[in-house]
């Protein structure tokens, strides 16, 4: 598994139940702003039985996004509801109400600082 995933499993256990953050947002916190897609690509790859939170990372549209069987957009929208998310008729979250602030860069290095140190991450 690559440091890069490692770090975005991280990271998105940091995410309180009851909100939300981006594909985006957590590439940005993480040092890599391009990367948003290797972030899906990470939670994608997450093992069965995991317990990164998976389902709290939405598109920065704040709309599901998913089109992996084992994390269909229903399963993910379920759980979302059930931490008291709310939808819109159109399918979007209100980010003012369940966004995310996310961590500084600061508290990230803090929270990685035991995982590989390359920054390059072997992907990006």
Known sequence: MSGFFERVYQLVRQVPPGKVTSYGAIARMLGHPRAART????LHSLPDGSDVPWHRV???QGRISTSCREHSA???????????????????????RFGWEGLSWLEV???????DTDTKCGII
């Open 109 to 115: 290095e803090k929270i990685v600082a035991f995982l």
């Open 58 to 60: 939405i598109n920065s």
């Open 39 to 42: 972030v899906g690509w990470a």
């Open 74 to 96: 229903d399963l993910q929208r379920a759980l979302l509801e059930a931490e008291g998310i709310e939808f819109d008729e159109h399918g979007y979250v209100d980010w003012e």
